[in-house]
């Protein structure tokens, strides 16, 4: 075991000097670990929705292509980050070794099955092997082992969630726990791809919070996503318009909140160019939460700007108090959700 190493993990980055591991063009992924980290035996790697995406299209769905992006990705960077969107994923494991100086908040020990709650763009990870592909839900069977840092957040696989289960559902822990802190009673609210993994569970959340109050409108351009969101039954409104076109987002949210516009609008569509869509929903003194990793920081400061728009814009962290805990009791308390999740993403 190594020691000196910090507990955000500047001791893995090679380069740029100086960076932490989450912008680091490269991280050290070789054993041993530093006494203040911990080794997970990883099993599954859920590689976020936006980076899948763009791996797949630009192997033009070949799934051989994608795995030997990934593994050559993980090989140059020593991390699953796309360098394209930038994100990376989280994984499911078994804790195989626990440091010394490790200071262990979480009680873990060795041989528990957990799922990391910090990306994978920041995330050590050697791969051995890829063993299987599981396209549609956006996981990679693999042989290899991941380093965590003292501030690293992970997650005990609760005894009554199915492993998998809890993976897809943790990926989007962030999304839910937001939501329940900017949803109000009597509230517009507006979930962009809604009928999609965080989107059905972000609408569960947001109904939750109004109630029988306020309205919830789903933005969702595919059948079968609308079909999804439709047998869930959490919104009032079901817009079948593309969060590409901001001008048509923004005239069907009118349409159905008689001019009035949304209050929170919550963006959990993979795809780039929808920060106009989110914000021409909201009012101008509203509240729009941008969860999805396609968001451009540029696009969404300066086209505000551009159109006089005062909404606050939220960047979508992914980690807040509570958050896997809060997804799990979801998982257990909305068996509709949960058939969903179990039928579609898991
Ligand atoms: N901030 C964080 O910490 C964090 C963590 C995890 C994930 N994310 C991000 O959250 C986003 C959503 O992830 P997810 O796992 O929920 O993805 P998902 O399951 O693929 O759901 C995306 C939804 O958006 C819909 N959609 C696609 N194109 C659209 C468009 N042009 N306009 C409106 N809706 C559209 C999809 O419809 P179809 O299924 O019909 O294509 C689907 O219903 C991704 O960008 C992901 O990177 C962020």
């Known amino acids: 075991m190594r020691s000196g190493g910090c507990r955000y993990g500047t001791h893995r980055v090679i380069e740029p000097k100086g960076a932490l591991p989450q912008n680091a063009q490269k991280v050290d992924n070789t054993l041993p670990i530093y006494d203040n980290e911990i080794l997970i035996d990883v099993d599954t790697l859920n590689i976020d929705s936006a980076s899948f995406r763009q791996m797949k299209e630009a192997n033009n769905g070949n799934i051989e292509g994608l ?23 989280m994984l499911l494991g078994t804790v195989k070794e626990i440091g010394s100086n490790y200071n262990n908040r979480f009680d873990l020990k060795v041989g528990d099955k957990v799922a990391s709650l910090v990306s994978l763009s920041l995330t050590p990870l050697k791969i051995e092997e890829i063993i299987e592909v599981f ?33 897809a559902a943790l990926d989007v822990a962030g999304a839910p726990a937001q939501t329940k802190r900017l949803v109000k009673p009597n509230q517009n609210v507006v979930i962009i791809g809604a009928g999609g993994k965080s989107g059905s569970i972000c609408c569960a959340v947001a109904r939750e919070m109004l109630g029988k109050t306020g309205k919830l409108i789903a933005i969702q351009p595919s059948e079968n996503g609308r079909k999804r969101i439709e047998r ?63 968001t451009s920081f540029t696009k969404a400061a300066l086209g505000a700007e551009g159109i006089g728009s005062d909404a606050l814009i939220i960047v979508g962290n992914g980690y807040a108090p509570g958050h896997a805990d809060y997804t799990m009791e979801l998982m257990r308390t909305k068996p509709e959700l949960r058939k969903l999740f179990e039928e579609v993403y898991v």
């Open 67 to 89: 795995k030997k992006m990934i593994l050559s990705i993980v090989g140059e960077r020593g991390k699953q980050q796309n360098p394209v969107t930038g994100s990376g994923g």
């Open 135 to 167: 396209d549609g839900r956006d996981q990679v069977k693999i042989k290899g082992h991941a380093v965590f840092f003292d501030t690293g957040v992970l997650a005990k696989i609760p005894a009554d969630i199915p492993e998998t289960l809890a993976l």
């Open 232 to 294: 869930l039954g959490y919104c009032d409104e079901v817009l079948g318009v593309n969060a590409q076109d901001p001008i048509a987002c923004q005239r069907a949210v009118s349409e159905v909140t008689n001019g009035e516009m949304a209050d929170v609008v919550i963006n959990c569509a993979p795809v780039q160019d929808t920060e106009m869509s989110s914000i021409m929903s909201a009012k101008d003194n509203g509240t729009v939460y941008l969860f999805t990793m396609a």
